[in-house]
């Protein structure tokens, strides 16, 4: 199975922490918006979209990119590292999927979790979740990307 994980990872490295954990599970290759190529993606079978959450959405950057893919088809999933509480269930990631969904592209789960967070107001403190993405939360990252493989295997749905 070829996967690709497009990575914007811009504050602390919480976003390609989590990104390299799950491209250890699928035999991955991590790259950023800027270095990724959309012929590769094209001829990849699972492309991953993640970036961290500013402002209640995913990064310019990665929204940038999705937007200017071209039309195709494929299998994908979106994950997240946030400081806050996500309520309702990724709404940050929304856009993105339906981006991708619109371009051809099958949305096959989405992820996030809680990461170090230095935004405005919290870094008044020294910031929120200093010890994220924590040992739990890179196992819950590899444990949903054990999940797409096995998907992709033909042995079970993603979550």
Same mark, same amino acid.
């Given at each position: 199975?070829?996967?690709?994980?497009?990575?914007?990872?811009?504050?602390?490295?919480? !976003?390609r922490?989590? #990104?390299?954990?799950?491209?250890?599970?699928?035999?991955?290759?991590?790259?950023?918006?800027e270095?990724a =190529?959309?012929?590769? /993606?094209?001829? #990849? =079978?699972?492309?991953?979209?993640?970036?961290?959450?500013?402002?209640?959405?995913?990064? $310019?950057? @990665?929204t940038?990119?999705? +937007? #200017? @893919?071209? $039309?195709?088809?494929?299998r994908?999933?979106?994950? %997240? !590292?946030?400081?806050?509480?996500?309520?309702?269930?990724?709404?940050? #990631?929304? $856009?993105?999927?339906? /981006? @991708?969904? %619109?371009?051809?592209?099958?949305?096959?789960?989405?992820?996030?979790c809680?990461?170090? =967070? !230095?935004?405005? &107001?919290?870094?008044?403190?020294?910031?929120?979740? +200093?010890?994220? &993405?924590?040992?739990?939360? /890179?196992?819950?990252?590899?444990?949903? *990307?054990?999940?797409l493989?096995?998907?992709? =295997?033909?042995?079970?749905? *993603?979550?």
């Open positions: 199975m070829r996967t690709v994980i497009v990575c914007a990872s811009v504050s602390h490295g919480n !976003t922490r989590v #990104a390299d954990s799950m491209a250890r599970v699928l035999g991955a290759e991590v790259v950023s918006p270095r =190529d959309p012929a590769e /993606l094209a001829g #990849a =079978d699972l492309v991953g979209f993640g970036s961290g959450v500013f402002y209640g959405r995913l990064h $310019p950057r @990665l940038g990119f999705v +937007k #200017a @893919l071209p $039309p195709g088809r494929g994908a999933f979106v994950f %997240a !590292t946030r400081g806050l509480p996500a309520t309702p269930p990724a709404p940050f #990631a929304r $856009p993105v999927v339906r /981006l @991708l969904e %619109a371009k051809g592209f099958e949305v096959e789960g989405t992820f996030s809680r990461a170090f =967070d !230095t935004w405005a &107001p919290f870094k008044l403190v020294g910031g929120i979740n +200093k010890e994220r &993405p924590d040992a739990g939360d /890179l196992a819950a990252a590899r444990a949903f *990307a054990g999940r493989r096995l998907r992709q =295997d033909g042995r079970g749905p *993603a979550s």
